[in-house]
């Protein structure tokens, strides 16, 4: 007997639809053959799927030939999310369930008792099942609360092959998982420092805020003990919540990472990502035979720290220019090519030298001006040239360690932040940008260049000529002055609003 049965791979971040295909056959040879490019993890359902049917009170169909079609049988299979449609389709060919499946799919492991486990990369292949007008998802029950992003479609829990068994057969029916209805606007993360904690520096929490409210690459430069790591940890603390369509898209990335937990829904707090400075290209950037997120895309929406940006592999630091630049991220294949999302504020640290203490006024630095040099070229021009701000850090002065009033509490930076992250939303209405960082040359040209107040465009000619900017600098500063108008409400970028962003471009000597 043949029956079929729906399920759903990944490729990349986006779903694709399996035919899931069982024939059984009565032969003096009774085999079990799973077809259709698998993998190991797939090629092993064969004992996983045997060991829960006999285990789940049902009849694995001895003295057959079992063979299993997984279609189209040119993309590769892997992982075991095949186990539970696996399992449904013998069930089916074998006459022990009758039912009608065809708008259904099925997702899941297989314990050898039965039990259904979670698998990663749930939500793309719902999402992807409901476009293609599906109408039941019977999935993993810690999977559940992720599926049920989908409003399109009905989620079935399933913590047992028997219970899905007892389903289908309609003696036991699974109660359709609903979702809990959100509660407002989301908390910011609780273990997140606050601005008002943070002594001190508040040029570089200034900083901050503009590279936070216009989505800008911001670098911060002083001797160890100053407070870069601290401050940068902070930046979360004043980064607006994600909207649902960013949400949406962060909770598709980490489920194909397998980074979401069990039992969670839509995450709703920006990324932070801050890996060790040890990470591999394919680490940073994504990759492997079959192509997997990196940090850059797990930083998607939020934020990327590289501490200690100077002690990266020059190698790995220059894989970042082009995905900083198209926001995208590309990776080729014998097999395929997949595109990942890197939109992301790149925040990096690093001391002025080895020893950390060049031009600190309070502890002489004890490295010849040749490694010194050597050490700052390690971060290449053209990477430099993509950064918007340079701040330094200074050590904090004892008078200020000493206090014990606190600085502006990150509540009332996020407020300024999120209005004027509104106005860049009005702003950029209908098109592909979200940020002033993401502007394209021609709206550079429409909300920037055109809105210069006379002195600041005296200004800006005046810094173009004297730091010898190159035209993507040029585009960059005018972003930045544009992030800092919007902080000040102002429609037009005043002399002061480019004088501030000019000073941010200081470059490592």
């Given at each position: 007997?043949?029956?079929k049965?729906?399920?759903?791979?990944?490729?990349?971040l986006?779903?694709e639809?399996?035919?899931?295909?069982v024939?059984i056959?009565r032969?003096?040879l009774?085999?079990?053959t799973?077809v259709?490019?698998p993998?190991t993890a797939?090629?092993?359902?064969?004992?996983?799927?045997?060991?829960?049917?006999?285990n789940s009170?049902?009849?694995?169909?001895?003295?057959?030939?079992?063979?299993?079609?997984l279609?189209p049988?040119d993309l590769?299979?892997?992982g075991p999310?095949y186990?539970l449609?696996i399992a449904?389709g013998?069930?089916?060919?074998?006459g022990?369930?009758?039912?009608d499946?065809?708008?259904a799919?099925?997702?899941?492991?297989?314990?050898?008792t039965?039990?259904?486990?979670?698998?990663?990369?749930?939500?793309?292949?719902?999402?992807?099942?409901?476009?293609?007008?599906?109408?039941?998802?019977?999935?993993?029950?810690?999977n559940?609360?992720?599926?049920?992003?989908?409003?399109?479609?009905a989620i079935y829990?399933?913590?047992?092959l028997?219970?899905l068994?007892s389903?289908?057969?309609?003696?036991?029916?699974?109660d359709a998982?609903h979702?809990e209805?959100?509660?407002?606007q989301?908390?910011?993360?609780a273990n997140?420092?606050?601005f008002?904690?943070?002594?001190g520096?508040?040029?570089?929490?200034?900083?901050?805020?503009?590279a936070?409210?216009g989505?800008?690459?911001i670098?911060?430069?002083?001797p160890?003990?100053?407070g870069?790591?601290?401050?940068?940890r902070?930046?979360?603390s004043?980064?607006p919540?994600?909207?649902t369509?960013?949400?949406?898209?962060?909770?598709r990335?980490?489920?194909?990472a397998?980074?979401?937990?069990?039992n969670?829904?839509?995450?709703?707090?920006?990324?932070?990502r801050?890996?060790?400075?040890?990470?591999s290209?394919a680490?940073?950037?994504g990759?492997?035979?079959i192509?997997?997120?990196g940090?850059?895309?797990?930083?998607h929406?939020g934020?990327?720290?590289?501490?200690?940006?100077?002690?990266?592999?020059?190698?790995v630091l220059?894989?970042?220019?082009q995905?900083?630049?198209?926001?995208?991220v590309t990776i080729?294949r014998?097999r395929?090519?997949?595109t990942?999302p890197?939109?992301?504020?790149?925040c990096g640290s690093?001391?002025?030298?080895?020893?950390g203490?060049?031009g600190?006024?309070?502890?002489e630095?004890v490295?010849?001006?040749q490694l010194i040099s050597?050490?700052?070229?390690?971060?290449?021009?053209p990477?430099?040239?993509?950064?918007d701000?340079f701040?330094d850090v200074?050590?904090?002065p004892f008078?200020?360690?000493?206090?014990?009033?606190?600085?502006?509490?990150?509540?009332?930076v996020?407020?300024r932040?999120?209005r004027?992250?509104q106005?860049?939303?009005?702003r950029?209405d209908?098109?592909?940008?979200?940020?002033?960082?993401?502007m394209?040359?021609?709206?550079v040209r429409?909300?920037?260049?055109r809105q210069?107040?006379?002195?600041?465009?005296?200004?800006?000619k005046l810094?173009?000529?004297r730091l010898?900017?190159?035209a993507?600098?040029?585009?960059?500063?005018l972003?930045?002055?544009?992030?800092?108008?919007d902080?000040?409400?102002s429609?037009?970028i005043?002399?002061?609003h480019m004088?501030?962003a000019?000073?941010?471009?200081?470059?490592?000597e």
């Amino acid at each position: 007997m043949l029956a079929k049965v729906l399920s759903c791979a990944v490729v990349g971040l986006d779903g694709e639809l399996v035919d899931v295909e069982v024939d059984i056959t009565r032969s003096q040879l009774p085999a079990t053959t799973v077809v259709g490019l698998p993998d190991t993890a797939v090629q092993e359902s064969r004992e996983r799927v045997r060991s829960a049917i006999r285990n789940s009170g049902l009849s694995w169909p001895n003295g057959s030939k079992v063979t299993i079609s997984l279609a189209p049988a040119d993309l590769r299979k892997e992982g075991p999310a095949y186990d539970l449609p696996i399992a449904t389709g013998i069930l089916l060919a074998s006459g022990q369930v009758v039912a009608d499946v065809e708008d259904a799919v099925f997702i899941g492991e297989l314990g050898l008792t039965g039990e259904v486990r979670p698998v990663r990369g749930l939500l793309p292949m719902v999402m992807l099942a409901a476009a293609r007008g599906m109408k039941r998802a019977f999935v993993p029950e810690q999977n559940a609360p992720e599926a049920a992003l989908v409003d399109a479609m009905a989620i079935y829990p399933v913590t047992s092959l028997a219970s899905l068994a007892s389903h289908l057969l309609a003696a036991v029916p699974i109660d359709a998982y609903h979702r809990e209805p959100s509660a407002g606007q989301p908390e910011p993360p609780a273990n997140v420092t606050d601005f008002a904690d943070i002594v001190g520096q508040e040029h570089v929490k200034r900083a901050l805020e503009v590279a936070a409210a216009g989505g800008h690459n911001i670098v911060l430069k002083g001797p160890p003990g100053s407070g870069k790591t601290l401050l940068a940890r902070a930046v979360p603390s004043i980064l607006p919540p994600l909207t649902t369509a960013e949400a949406m898209e962060v909770t598709r990335i980490y489920s194909v990472a397998g980074l979401l937990p069990s039992n969670t829904g839509l995450i709703t707090n920006r990324p932070f990502r801050a890996p060790h400075h040890t990470i591999s290209n394919a680490g940073l950037v994504g990759g492997g035979s079959i192509p997997r997120p990196g940090e850059i895309t797990l930083a998607h929406r939020g934020v990327l720290f590289l501490d200690e940006l100077l002690e990266f592999d020059p190698r790995v630091l220059e894989m970042l220019r082009q995905p900083i630049e198209d926001k995208t991220v590309t990776i080729s294949r014998a097999r395929q090519a997949v595109t990942f999302p890197a939109s992301f504020i790149l925040c990096g640290s690093f001391n002025p030298c080895p020893c950390g203490y060049a031009g600190d006024p309070e502890r002489e630095c004890v490295c010849p001006p040749q490694l010194i040099s050597r050490y700052q070229r390690r971060l290449s021009g053209p990477l430099m040239d993509r950064i918007d701000l340079f701040v330094d850090v200074p050590r904090v002065p004892f008078e200020k360690l000493s206090g014990l009033s606190g600085g502006e509490k990150s509540e009332a930076v996020r407020e300024r932040v999120a209005r004027a992250r509104q106005v860049q939303s009005g702003r950029f209405d209908g098109s592909p940008g979200h940020t002033n960082a993401e502007m394209t040359p021609p709206q550079v040209r429409d909300f920037a260049q055109r809105q210069l107040a006379d002195g600041a465009g005296d200004v800006l000619k005046l810094a173009v000529e004297r730091l010898n900017l190159s035209a993507r600098a040029f585009h960059r500063l005018l972003k930045v002055a544009r992030t800092i108008a919007d902080l000040a409400d102002s429609d037009g970028i005043e002399t002061p609003h480019m004088a501030e962003a000019i000073q941010y471009r200081a470059r490592i000597e």
